[in-house]
């Protein structure tokens, strides 16, 4: 798996401040992506263990709310295998942590991953240029959904 950015103390991407890893891979290629770097897998920096430390020192930190995973899509089929893990492992180490995920794919089509079991929150569908709209908390685009996992509910 390769990746763009960790972003520490971030704001705009799932509740309180978290740090966010932006993952190389996205075949969903949508019109108006603000993150079209981050498109091609063979992008970016390769994610190992050192990437891996940092996300974790991050975390230890006791104003981070937790990780989120995002890009590109981190369920990109090159992706997944290695953000199960992660996830996994995250949630091993920081249990009271929260793990929220972006995700081009509809919920309907991903709730049976594996990966599931370690989120707290899936915001899901492309992003749709004619649905823009900049008063919506953690989306883009009115179609996009944010998910309670553990709960399966739809979050408006």
Known sequence: MRYHNITTDDMKNGDGL???????GCRHHC???????TWNPEDGLLFDADAKEEIFHEL?????????????????????????????EVKERFPDKTIWLYTGDNWEDVKSLPVMQYVDIVIDGMFKKELLNTQLHWRGSS??????????????
């Open 143 to 156: 179609n996009q959904r944010i998910i309670d996992v553990k709960k399966n509910i739809i979050l408006e």
């Open 31 to 37: 019109e108006g992506c603000q993150n079209r770097v």
């Open 60 to 88: 230890e930190k006791s104003h981070i709310s937790g990780l989120t995973l995002s890009g590109g899509d981190p369920l990109f089929p090159d992706n997944i295998s290695e953000i199960t893990e992660l996830a996994k």
């Open 18 to 24: 978290r740090v966010v890893l932006w993952v190389s």
